[in-house]
C-alpha cells in the first residue's frame, strides 16, 4: 500500500535495468533525453499550436523529467496552468538531480496497467507482470513492450484478447530504436516477429479485490507510518479464494435459474448478491472473502459493509445462553430440556409482542435441541425470555459482537443488524468451544524497512468449553436432520454443524456453520432490501456447501473431540419420540448423537 492504494512494485536501480530498456524508453518517449535541460522547447511549442488550434491540450510535449514531476507532484489534468507548474519544476529538477537518478525515479514511478485492485507501478513490478521474469532478464522484445505500455496501459496491454494494438506500439518502438541506431536491421527484423506475452494461468482468476479493499479498510485506523508504503502479508489462502469466489459465481447463477421471482427482479434490472467469509477456526485467520457477484460492477464490499438483519443465525446464542443457566427448576438447561412451544403474548414497556413460528403451526413439547435444529420462533422466544434478554446481550458482547444491541423480545429471533465479521467472529467462538479470537486479515506488516506489526493469535475464553460443546452437539444436527439437512444430499457429508437464517420479510437469507478446522458466513440478498423469497436453505446455504465440498475437504473427515467434563451419548429415535408431541419434526429415523455435561448427562 502506498498512499493507501494498492499496488504491485519492485523498486529497481538504473544499473538494474538492461541497456536494451533505456534505449526503447528514451526512443519512444524523450530521444533527446540525454541532451536536454529538462523540457524541449520543439516539443512544447508544437503542443502550443496543438492547443490554440483545438482550444485544448491535445498533445503533451512531455519529456521523462517532466512526466517524472507530474508522476511525483502534481495531477494529470490537461491544463495550460499545470503545464507551466510542469515546465518550471522540470529545469529545477534538471539542475539538481543527475539523469540517471531522474530516469531510475522514473522507471519506478510511471503507471504499468492495473492487476484488479492493483496498479501495477514501475518497470520493476510490470517486468514479472507481464512477463514473469526479474527486469535486469528482460529481452529487446520484452523491453520494447513495456517502452509501448507506458503510453497507454489500458489500450497497449498485451493481455487483450484483441492485442494488435500491443504489437502494433510494440514495433514501432523498434522502429525508433532502429531510427537512433541502438539496433541494426537484422536485430529489429527479429524482434518485430516475436511474440507478446500471454497472460499466465493462475491460481486465482481475478486478485481477490474484495479482500484486498477489506485490508485497505482494517488498516485506516491503525494509523501505520506509511512514508515507505506498507506491505501486508495477508491470511489469504489462494485456493480457498478461488474456491469461494467460483462458489458464489456458481450459487447466484444457479438460484436465478430454478426461481422465477429472482429472473424477474434480474429483468428488471436488480442484481442479487452474494458474500462469502471463511476463517481457519484454530487462529480466526481469514482465507477466503468475497464481498460481491462481481467487483467489476460494484466495488460495494458487502462482507465488510453490509449490516444487514440476521434472523435465525443469532438463535445459537440464545441456546449457548440458555446452556449456562437453569431452568425453573434449578436444573441445568441441556439438549432434551423440554420446551413447550405454545403461542403466547410477551407484553412490555405497553406493548405486546407475539412471535409466530415460520410454518404457522406449533409444535407442542419438544426436546431443546430439536427446537433449535429446526429454528422454531416459539419455542427460541421462550428460551430466551426464560434466561433473561440482558444475559443474551451480555453473551453477544463477549463473542465479539460490537453492534447495539437493545434487550427487546424480538432479539431471540435475530430483529436486529450485525456485519458479517460479527457473525464470523461468532461463529468461530462457537467452533473454538468458547475460545474467543478476532478474526484477522493480515499477519504482519512491514514498511520495507520496519516490522511495524505481527499477529500472534491468543484465545480469551469466554464461556466454558463444556457449555460450547453442548452447544456444537445441538448444531450438528442441524445438518443432519435439521433446517441444513439438505447439505449432506448436496455433497458434503463430513462432519459440520450450522445454522440457517431467514429473516421474517425474505430480504436476508443465511448460512454459517463450520467444521473443525474451518467456518465459514454467506449472505445472499439485494442491496435495496428487496424480499427475494429465499429461506436460509435455498439462499445462502448452497452457496455454503459449494464451498466447504471445495476446499473443506481437503482436512479430511475429521470429528469434533469433545473436551473433558463432557460425554457423547446416543439418544434413541424412540425416547424422543415418547417425549414429543410431534414426531414429524424429528426428520430422521436415526437415533440422534448429542454432547451433554457429565454432571447432568441422562
Not at 541502438?182 to 479485490?209: C, G, M, V, W
Not at 476463517?279 to 465488510?304: C, D, H, P, W
Not at 460479527?422 to 474467543?436: P, W
Request: include cysteine; charged fraction near 20%.
Amino acid at each position: 500500500f502506498y498512499d493507501g492504494q494498492p499496488m504491485l512494485r519492485r523498486l529497481i536501480t538504473i544499473n538494474e535495468t538492461p541497456l536494451s530498456c533505456l534505449n526503447a524508453i528514451t526512443s519512444i518517449e524523450d530521444k533527446d533525453f540525454l541532451n536536454h535541460q529538462g523540457v524541449s522547447f520543439r516539443a512544447i511549442t508544437r503542443a502550443l499550436l496543438s492547443m490554440v488550434s483545438h482550444g485544448r491540450v491535445t498533445q503533451g510535449g512531455s519529456t521523462i523529467t517532466q512526466q517524472l514531476v507530474k508522476n511525483y507532484f502534481l495531477t494529470s489534468e490537461r491544463t495550460l496552468k499545470r503545464k507551466i507548474k510542469e515546465f518550471f519544476m522540470a529545469l529545477i529538477l534538471e539542475s539538481k538531480v543527475s539523469k540517471d537518478l531522474i530516469l531510475q525515479n522514473y522507471l519506478n514511478v510511471i503507471y504499468m496497467g492495473q492487476s484488479g485492485p492493483f496498479q501495477v507501478r514501475g518497470y520493476g513490478a510490470a517486468a514479472e507482470y507481464y512477463f514473469n521474469k526479474k527486469l535486469e532478464n528482460l529481452e529487446l522484445p520484452e523491453c520494447a513492450l513495456l517502452a509501448a505500455i507506458v503510453n497507454s496501459p489500458g489500450r497497449f496491454n498485451p493481455f487483450k484478447s484483441d492485442s494488435s494494438a500491443a504489437l502494433q506500439r510494440r514495433n514501432r518502438v523498434l522502429e525508433k530504436m532502429l531510427e537512433n541506431s541502438h539496433i541494426d536491421q537484422q536485430t529489429f527484423n527479429e524482434a518485430s516477429q516475436s511474440q507478446l506475452p500471454k497472460s499466465p494461468q493462475r491460481l486465482l482468476t481475478e486478485p481477490a479485490p474484495y479482500f484486498v479493499d477489506a485490508i485497505s479498510e482494517k488498516i485506516k485506523d491503525k494509523n501505520f507510518n506509511a512514508e515507505n508504503g506498507l506491505k501486508i502479508y495477508t491470511t489469504m489462502v489462494p485456493e480457498a479464494q478461488e474456491a469461494a469466489l467460483q462458489a458464489v459465481r456458481k450459487g447466484l447463477d444457479s438460484i436465478e435459474k430454478s426461481h422465477k421471482n429472482i429472473q424477474e427482479l434480474s429483468q428488471q434490472g436488480k442484481s442479487l448478491q452474494a458474500l462469502l467469509i471463511a476463517a481457519e477456526v484454530s487462529t480466526g485467520e481469514i482465507i477466503a472473502l468475497v464481498g460481491g457477484s462481481s467487483f467489476k460492477k460494484t466495488q460495494y464490499n458487502r462482507a465488510i459493509s453490509g449490516h444487514r438483519q440476521v434472523g435465525s443465525i443469532m438463535k445459537p446464542l440464545i441456546y449457548l445462553t440458555a446452556l449456562e443457566n437453569f431452568t425453573d427448576n434449578g436444573e441445568r438447561y441441556n439438549p432434551l430440556t423440554i420446551i413447550e412451544d405454545e403461542p403466547f403474548t410477551y407484553k412490555y414497556e405497553n406493548q405486546s409482542w407475539s412471535p409466530k413460528n415460520y410454518s404457522n403451526k406449533t409444535f407442542g413439547r419438544l426436546p431443546l435441541f430439536v427446537a433449535l435444529k429446526n429454528s422454531i420462533n416459539i419455542s427460541t422466544a421462550k428460551v430466551g425470555l426464560q434466561v433473561g434478554l440482558n444475559s443474551i446481550v451480555d453473551l453477544s458482547k463477549r463473542m465479539g459482537i460490537e453492534s447495539a444491541l437493545q434487550p427487546l423480545p424480538s432479539i431471540t429471533l435475530g430483529a436486529f443488524e450485525l456485519f458479517p465479521f460479527e457473525v464470523l467472529n461468532v461463529y468461530g467462538t462457537i467452533a473454538r468451544y468458547g475460545s474467543f479470537i478476532p478474526s484477522q486479515l493480515y499477519t504482519k506488516v512491514d514498511d520495507n524497512k520496519h516490522n511495524l506489526y505481527e499477529y500472534h493469535p491468543q484465545g480469551q475464553q469466554i464461556t466454558s468449553a463444556q457449555t460450547a460443546a453442548v452447544l456444537v452437539g445441538m448444531m450438528k444436527q442441524t445438518i443432519l436432520s435439521g433446517t441444513g439437512r439438505s447439505i449432506p444430499l448436496r455433497g458434503f457429508k463430513y462432519p459440520a454443524a450450522g445454522k440457517t437464517g431467514t429473516t421474517s420479510d425474505t430480504k436476508d437469507s443465511w448460512f454459517a456453520g463450520f467444521t473443525p478446522h474451518v467456518v465459514c458466513v454467506v449472505w445472499v440478498g439485494y442491496d435495496d432490501n428487496t424480499p427475494h423469497g429465499l429461506t436460509g436453505a435455498s439462499g445462502a446455504l448452497p452457496i455454503w456447501t459449494e464451498f466447504m465440498k471445495t476446499y473443506a475437504t481437503r482436512y479430511g473427515e475429521t470429528e469434533f473431540t469433545i473436551p473433558e467434563g463432557t460425554v457423547k451419548l446416543t439418544v434413541p429415535r424412540q425416547k424422543l419420540l415418547e417425549m414429543m408431541d410431534d414426531h414429524e419434526i424429528l426428520h430422521t429415523e436415526d437415533d440422534i448423537e448429542l454432547v451433554f455435561r457429565t454432571e447432568n448427562a441422562p
